[in-house]
């Protein structure tokens, strides 16, 4: 089936750690996205790709990083400058033509112990 | 800047009863989308609908329905005979382009809809 798949799904980090965190889609679409989730907020975006080997910042991109070497894939990395990384974080992507919408994946609940 | 609110953080309802949810955006831009998404507790979100700022005819598909009204900057879902199955949270989101943009999209912080049996 196609879809965007996120792993894992639950990721415990100590604080001072990198951590890495993975969409997948198979549905070829072009652009991607990554959101954060707080608790009782909406979702604010954190880096975008509309092609491979190009990435922009979002609203809220210090302490984080991503890579677009693949069409399906855009690894995460939450690095340890990010002072609050104890969040949901959803993935998201889409085809490149006008009437097409976002999709996200199931998300990743990223903790810090 | 764009911005979207959502007054009601939660709202409880018994089943079968018909409930809004509230949507307030805000925009500079003549040419906007807005969009309502769900988020059941599996935490994916699933699009329901995307509306451009030009359309303000009303939509319906089955037990859900929409009231884009851009005089008071507002897009309201109304699901009628409601169904634990609907108990969420429902996203309301706002962007310059028809796919939410090439830089995203911009939500509100969300209404959480419980159905009570």
């Known amino acids: 089936d196609g879809g965007i798949t996120q792993s894992p799904k639950y990721l415990f980090r100590k604080e001072g750690q990198n951590v890495t965190l993975s969409c997948e889609q198979n549905l070829n679409h072009d652009a991607m996205y990554w959101y954060r989730q707080d608790p009782g907020q909406g979702l604010r975006l954190i880096y975008y790709?509309?092609?491979?080997?190009?990435?922009q910042k979002g609203d809220i991109a210090e302490g984080y990083s991503v890579s677009r070497e693949k069409k399906e894939s855009f690894p995460l990395t939450v690095t340890s400058a990010q002072k609050n990384p104890t969040a949901f974080y959803l993935c998201a992507s889409r085809l490149d033509r006008v009437d097409q919408p976002q999709h996200f994946g199931d998300g990743t609940r990223l903790s810090i112990l | 800047a764009q911005k979207v609110t959502q007054a009601q953080t939660e709202i409880s309802v018994v089943e079968k009863e018909d409930v809004t949810l509230d949507c307030v955006y805000e925009t500079r831009d003549t040419t906007y989308y807005l969009f309502w998404y769900k988020q059941p507790p599996s935490g994916e979100l699933v699009f329901l609908i995307r509306?451009?700022?030009?359309?303000?005819q009303n939509e319906i598909s089955g037990r859900y329905s929409w009231n884009f009204q851009k005089s008071t900057s507002s897009f309201n879902f109304t699901i009628t005979a409601s169904q634990v199955v609907d108990s969420a949270v429902y996203f309301c989101?706002?962007?310059?382009?028809?796919?939410?943009?090439?830089?995203?999209?911009?939500f509100g912080k969300g209404t959480h809809l419980i159905i009570q049996p």
């Open positions: 509306r451009n700022s030009f359309d303000e």
């Open positions: 989101a706002l962007s310059e382009s028809p796919g939410g943009g090439a830089d995203g999209l911009t």
């Open positions: 790709s509309q092609i491979v080997n190009d990435f």
